[in-house]
């Protein structure tokens, strides 16, 4: 059973940074991919950064690359997002979400275990 937990959420003014960190538990190989979704309030959920933990390969939104960093730690099961440079229209729920394979791709109907989500809120 893939159990996923996200933290470090939480407001911060534009400009500021966030590490978010998602606990990953029910993987027994490193044979799957891992990612960064967001939903803001009324708008569809974003893909924003994926991650392959065999290799951690890495693919970016446009609309994050270069501010945001999507990175994991194996030996702690731990998927991490560095969101530097934030601005107002990042705010929303960032969610954790994990399948297995390798999956280069950002469409969040593709990834089959979520978690719960964490609120991002960045004041201009």
């Known amino acids: 059973q893939v159990h996923l937990v996200e933290s470090g959420g939480g407001s911060v003014q534009a400009g500021g940074s966030l590490r978010l960190s998602c606990d990953a538990s029910?993987?027994?190989?490193?044979?799957?991919?891992m990612g960064w979704f967001r939903q803001a309030p009324g708008k569809e959920r974003e893909g924003i950064a994926t991650?392959?933990?065999?290799?951690?390969?890495?693919l970016y939104a446009s609309s994050v690359k270069g501010r945001f960093t999507i990175s994991q730690d194996s030996a702690k099961n731990t998927l991490y997002l560095q969101m530097n440079s934030l601005k107002p229209e990042d705010t929303a729920m960032y969610y954790c979400a994990a399948r297995s394979g390798y999956w280069y791709t950002l469409r969040s109907s593709l990834f089959t275990h979520w978690g719960q989500g964490t609120q991002v809120t960045v004041s201009s």
């Open positions: 991650i392959y933990i065999r290799d951690s390969s890495t």
């Open positions: 029910g993987y027994t190989d490193s044979y799957y991919s």
